[in-house]
Structures are given as C-alpha cells and as structure tokens.
T-cell receptor, first 113, second 111 residues
Framework: AAGVIQSPRHLIKEKRETATLKCYPIPRHDTVYWYQQGPGQDPQFLISFYEKMQSDKGSIPDRFSAQQFSDYHSELNMSSLELGDSALYFC????????????FGNGTRLTVT | QKEVEQDPGPLSVPEGAIVSLNCTYSNSAFQYFMWYRQYSRKGPELLMYTYSSGNKEDGRFTAQVDKSSKYISLFIRDSQPSDSATYLCAMNAGSARQLTFGSGTQLTVLP
C-alpha cells in the first residue's frame, strides 16, 4: 500500500539558510500534518492543513511556514535556520474524518551546522 | 505536567515474553487512542487504533483503554526480536486532529 512520501530524506544546511521539505500524502488523504522530533523526544505538532487551508497550528516558529497544494502535497518552508532546528521532521496524512488515524512518513532529517 | 505520561523504560525482555506498555493521560477530552512503533531513523508506524474503552486485539497485539481511569495499555504476546523499537502512545480529541504523544518506551527483545 502507498505510504506518505517525504523528500529529501536528509538535508544539511548552514545557520541562517533556508530549507524546503516536501510531503506527498497517501492517495485520497486530504489532511496533512507536520511534526518535529528532536533527539530522544516525542514528536511535537507544528501545523496541519485540510483542503489546502490551515486547520490547526501548534508550536511552529514564525520563521517557518507551510502550505498545501491542489494535489494535496505539502511543503514546509524554514528560514533563518538555527542550530536548534536540527531534528527529524515528519509529515503525516489522514482523512478529515475524526476517526481516521494519522499515518506518518519516514521523515526528513535536517542538520543545521 | 505533560498531558500524556508514558512509562519511560527502557524495557528489556527475553524472546517469547509478554510485554506491557502503559500510558496515562489527564485530558478527558481525548477520545481516540493510538499506539505507534518507531524504529531508529524511521517514521512512527501505526500499530493499533481505538476510540472506546475495552480491548482491541490484532494478532499478537492487544490495546486496552480504560477511560474512567484515563489509562491505556498495549500488550505484545510472544515478543520477537523484530519487536525491538520505541513504542509511542498517542491520542487526540475529536475536534482537534493533532496528536499528543507520550515520550515513548524503548523496548529490546533479546533472542
């Protein structure tokens, strides 16, 4: 079965640079979520989109922005990168229905040097 | 205090053992409960999903929810070395779709 696809798998950036992470949800899933997982930490919710509109916002820094496109893929844009942004970034997708579980991709590992 | 508390582990058991993983929560609005398995450098993989009190079984895995006590458990029977991973409980309220995770329990099943 098709899963959530994220790209790139690994990304190395320098401080103050920008990064763009991409997420392709499971076919027919209309809701996308972004999570950040630091070393040894549980995933922290950043932001979610339903039908191309932001639906919920978590602990996403103002330096980050995201959007969902007409084909339901999503991009997380990160600017003025800081060392503390180094983490695993996961995308998850689901149907909008409240009883539809979230399915996660394998993440993008961002390293800021 | 975190909304979801998970037994931190790490947990090490011999192959074939029954494993019990547990989480408690404080937010009575939580309605949907999930268990994810995460291997190193991989994304969380959905194992079990339930929204009612009681037991749900899927192969070697049984998820148990007790809403009155705000307590959920995952039981793994006949544990295998391939079950070695970090297990995360997660839950959400119906109106808010983002998940709140426990801190994870690292499990090692020794052959």
């Amino acid at each position: 079965a098709a899963g959530v696809i994220q790209s790139p798998r690994h990304l190395i950036k320098e401080k103050r640079e920008t990064a763009t992470l991409k997420c392709y949800p499971i076919p027919r899933h209309d809701t996308v979520y972004w999570y950040q997982q630091g070393p040894g930490q549980d995933p922290q919710f950043l932001i979610s989109f339903y039908e191309k509109m932001q639906s919920d916002k978590g602990s996403i820094p103002d330096r980050f922005s995201a959007q969902q496109f007409s084909d339901y893929h999503s991009e997380l844009n990160m600017s003025s990168l800081e060392l503390g942004d180094s983490a695993l970034y996961f995308c998850a997708s689901s149907l909008e229905s409240p009883n539809s579980p979230l399915h996660f991709g394998n993440g993008t590992r961002l390293t800021v040097t | 205090q975190k909304e979801v508390e998970q037994d931190p582990g790490p947990l090490s058991v011999p192959e074939g053992a029954i494993v019990s993983l547990n989480c408690t929560y404080s937010n009575s609005a939580f309605q949907y409960f999930m268990w994810y398995r995460q291997y190193s450098r991989k994304g969380p993989e959905l194992l079990m999903y339930t929204y009612s009190s009681g037991n749900k079984e899927d192969g070697r895995f049984t998820a148990q929810v007790d809403k009155s006590s705000k307590y959920i458990s995952l039981f793994i029977r006949d544990s295998q070395p391939s079950d070695s991973a970090t297990y995360l409980c997660a839950m959400n309220a119906g109106s808010a779709r983002q998940l709140t995770f426990g801190s994870g329990t690292q499990l090692t099943v020794l052959p």
